[in-house]
């Protein structure tokens, strides 16, 4: 069947143009034999990316069936393409959004970064505590 679960988001936590979105649902969607690495190329090419350029990708999953093995599709991808991968695991979008937008804002609160980190989202539940307290004190 089809799965529409891959998002990408762009530095600062917000979704990424529409082009992106279709891009993500081909990647879900690639059979095993298509060529993953000419999809990515292209679409590299297409939008001017220096795929040479370092980079670092956060992957957060839902509770999808699908999720781990597109989990798993991404890191290896990205690891092959000279990326560093960061999962953090089970997540809500929201969740992941922020902690993109927080890395790109303040990188030190997230260090050190390591393969699997579910420490961020304490900083995510603090900023969500402090915004309440602070509507209520309003």
Known sequence: GSDNGAKIMDCHGEMMAHSWEDFAGELANASEGEDVAKLVKEFA????????????????????????????????????????????????????????????????????????????LKHYNQNIADAVAELLDG
């Open 45 to 120: 090419a297409k939008e001017t990316i220096d795929l040479s350029s370092p980079s670092i990708v956060f992957v957060g999953r839902d509770t999808r069936k699908s999720s781990p093995m597109l989990r798993d599709c991404v890191v290896k991808g990205v690891l092959a393409m000279g990326g560093k991968v960061y999962d953090h695991g089970q997540v809500t979008t929201p969740q992941l959004h922020w902690i993109v937008r927080s890395y790109n804002q303040n990188p030190s609160l997230f260090e050190p970064l390591t393969g699997v980190d579910r420490n961020h």
